[in-house]
């Protein structure tokens, strides 16, 4: 299992459900390694489990194009590959595994547009803009509030990462005196922002919208009234797991597993969220 970071909490969680479900089959053996953020060294760790002759490859990769041509060098050497979550260029793997982000962008979008009563002001915080889910997160977004009087007054790359969204929403606090509305890729960086409108003393004057879920965190931030919304984005973990042992065992799977989405506000929070049509 490639992964491309421990930085982010859903990560640590997507090797937590990986590893809960390899450890019901005593037959099956996985060996992480964390890519720390750097795609050389998530391109250097697939080439060394092609060379280690391992039976499948999971990978979870940092960004789509540089990572293209190794995991099209392991399939060619007859290795595997699950690709989970961030979506490659091309074809060369034999499984992709992870929800629609264009899907839950539109529908973060459209939340925002139907709460904000279709105008106001919005600071984007985006997560890896080299990376398919960051592209496809902003692109829904804007699908969603198309035609409507919600204005994008800041947008930033946060890379994912908390600091970089509480220093991003500093700066966007300075420039702008009023904000309705934060739309962030990602729950760490939706209560980055959250964090400096309070040490601000902005925060109640707008909403905070993120894209996760973790029950530990976007969930429990809906619960706490920290964020108005999040959207689900699930792991994979567990199904990378059951399609790895469906292609060990000669099975053929589909060359694409869309995960289902669910919101979470304060309306559905309790009930256990609102699946995504």
């Known amino acids: 299992m490639s992964q491309c970071n421990l930085g982010e909490p859903w990560r640590v969680e997507m090797n937590a459900q990986i590893k809960a479900a390899a450890e019901k ?49 392991a399939v060619a050497a007859g290795v595997p590959v699950i690709v989970l979550d961030r979506a490659l260029l091309g074809d060369k793997y034999t499984c992709f595994i992870g929800a629609d982000n264009k899907k839950i962008g539109r529908a973060a979008g459209e939340w ?28 829904g977004f804007r699908e969603g509030i198309a035609g409507s009087g919600i204005e994008v007054i800041f947008e930033a790359d946060m890379k994912w990462l908390e600091p970089d969204a509480r ?32 040490a601000a003393g902005r925060e109640k004057e707008m909403k905070f919208v993120g894209i996760d879920a ?11 009234g920290i964020l108005d919304a999040t959207f689900q984005y699930p792991t994979g973990g ?7 042992l469906k292609i060990l065992n000669g099975e053929t799977v589909p ?4 995960l289902g ?17």
């Open 25 to 73: 089959h005593p037959n099956l053996e996985v060996i992480f390694k964390d890519a720390q953020n750097d795609t050389l060294k998530q391109r250097a760790h697939v080439e060394e489990f092609v060379s280690a002759k391992i039976d499948l490859l999971i990978i979870s990769p940092k960004e789509a194009q540089p990572l293209t041509e190794p995991v099209a060098k």
């Open 112 to 139: 925002i547009k139907e709460k904000l009563g279709g105008k106001g002001k919005v600071v984007e915080l985006k997560g890896l803009m080299t990376s398919i889910p960051g592209q496809d997160r902003n692109n």
């Open 167 to 198: 220093k991003e929403m500093e700066s966007a606090l300075s420039r702008f005196p009023h904000i309705d509305c934060v739309y962030a890729h990602n729950d760490p960086g939706a209560h980055g922002a959250y964090l400096a409108a309070k």
């Open 214 to 224: 973790l029950p530990q965190e976007g969930v429990a931030y809906v619960q706490q």
């Open 238 to 244: 567990a199904e990378a797991i059951d399609n790895a």
């Open 255 to 258: 060359k694409t597993i869309t």
């Open 261 to 277: 989405s669910r919101l979470f506000d304060k309306e559905c929070v309790a009930q256990g969220g609102k699946e995504l049509k």
